[in-house]
């Protein structure tokens, strides 16, 4: 098992690259045990270990880098106080953290949208697009060249659902507004693109 | 949509369903635990997809994050939240499981209706005035709230001060819990009556062993679909 280093600030390279791919859980299983018991040093590890994937989903969602620091402030703390709620049996510690943000980060953009705020010009005008080209993109080049090799086997429509809902945080119902089909073909999209992604990346839970 | 709500754990597990939607299929995953273990891994998925979006944050956000979790307590790892009551009724749990499996099994439900008019206000005063009226006090999100039940009348009201105002998407619904039928909808307490409520709850209040209060998203529920805010034993 290897525990990671806390560096001086968020996006040591080795240790985000070796914890955040997921392939050693158990070290963050063991953080987040730690910080049940209130350990705050086993809580600044675990913010650097997963700070990089976790304000960069908020990003990816929020797009506003001052809305986003708040959202991932707020994902964090969730985590920290719900740290003993984390169940290993239902899944990764990464997945589990990045549903809290991802979720925190999907409430924002849907009550900003509410209130009109939302700048929803990629929907219209980049639904084929990658992802953004802007983002600042720390280490872990080996982990996003697979991901990004497993996007590649999607069909573009399939491609182009999972990422308006998941990294866009729209709903199922405007997804299929975007991309103009049916309600039902845009669900389906999205849960076969999932399940392609899944068995391509061989995600196991 | 019960027949093809399977096909929606792809949309659940990417946070891509609208609150009632979200309701409906996680008392669908109480259910199904294919479902749950297709979301799992689902969920998985998704955050390997995190690593193309992988942004390292401004350093301040670090001394924020590690400042503010040095003043918040983690809570233990118990799951079940305390219900501000004296007592409370077992049968509230079986009845809220029991509820959900109702309308996982696909049973049509028949939505209440919540009667208006003068004639409500009327039959609420005579609630409230009944010599069996029977009144139970309980705290909802820290604000006083009392059901007053009458047997002979075969009714009950809600008396609530300064309820606080549900956030954006949520209202606060009523139940009775009847003895074998479980949790049944009493009610939406309409947004903005007021700071002062008298809610008639709809139902025969005689037969029930409790009320309790939730909050549902918007529109309400057919069963409880969180853990009530206050219960009141009969």
């Known amino acids: ?205 | 949509m019960t027949a093809d709500i399977h096909s929606l754990s792809g949309a659940y597990a990417v946070d891509a369903l609208d609150d009632a939607e979200r309701a409906d299929f996680e008392r669908h995953l109480e259910a199904c635990a294919e479902c749950r273990a297709e979301v799992a891994s689902l969920r998985e998925t998704a955050a390997e997809l995190g690593a193309v979006t992988q942004t390292a944050p401004p350093p301040s956000l670090r001394s924020a994050v590690l400042a503010e979790a040095r003043t918040v307590r983690p809570l233990p790892p118990v799951t079940r939240t305390v219900v501000p009551l004296r007592r409370r009724p077992a049968a509230w749990v079986a009845g809220l499981a029991a509820a959900a499996l109702l309308v996982v099994g696909g049973l049509v439900w028949s939505p209440w209706q919540h009667e208006t008019g003068p004639g409500t206000r009327v039959v609420a005063q005579r609630v409230l005035d009944a010599t069996d009226a029977q009144r139970i006090t309980g705290s909802v999100s820290g604000s006083s709230a009392t059901v007053v039940r009458s047997p002979s009348l075969g009714r009950a009201v809600l008396v609530a001060d300064h309820l606080p105002t549900p956030s954006a998407g949520k209202e606060y619904q009523l139940w009775l819990d009847f003895p074998g039928r479980g949790m049944v909808s009493a009610g939406l307490v309409p947004v903005g009556s007021g700071t002062h409520l008298t809610y008639l709850l709809t139902g025969d209040a005689a037969k029930a062993t409790a009320a309790g209060i939730t909050l549902e998203p918007e529109g309400g529920s057919k069963a409880p679909t969180t853990e009530p805010l206050a219960l009141f034993a009969f």
């Open chain 1, 1 to 205: 098992m290897v525990v990671p280093v806390p560096s001086e600030r968020s996006g040591d390279g080795a240790t985000t690259r070796l914890v955040a791919g997921g392939r050693d859980p158990s070290a963050l299983v063991a953080l987040l045990r730690s910080c049940a018991r209130g350990d705050e040093d086993a809580f600044a590890q675990l913010y650097d270990a997963v700070s990089g994937r976790l304000y960069g989903l908020v990003l990816r969602v929020v797009r506003d880098p001052a809305q986003s620091e708040e959202v991932a402030q707020e994902a964090f703390i969730h985590i920290w106080q719900h740290s003993a709620r984390y169940d290993p049996d239902k899944g990764s510690p990464l997945a589990w953290m990045l549903t809290i943000a991802h979720r925190k980060a999907v409430d924002r953009v849907r009550s900003a949208q509410a209130a009109s705020e939302r700048d929803s010009r990629f929907g219209s005008t980049n639904q084929d697009r990658s992802f953004d080209q802007t983002v600042e993109k720390v280490e872990s080049r080996l982990d996003a060249q697979r991901v990004h090799r497993a996007l590649d086997s999607l069909t573009d429509t399939q491609r182009g659902a999972v990422e308006l809902a998941y990294l866009g945080g729209y709903t199922h119902t405007e997804v299929a507004a975007l991309l103009d089909v049916p309600l039902g073909t845009a669900k389906t999209r999205i849960r076969d693109g999932l399940i392609r992604l899944r068995d391509t990346l061989g995600v196991s839970t």
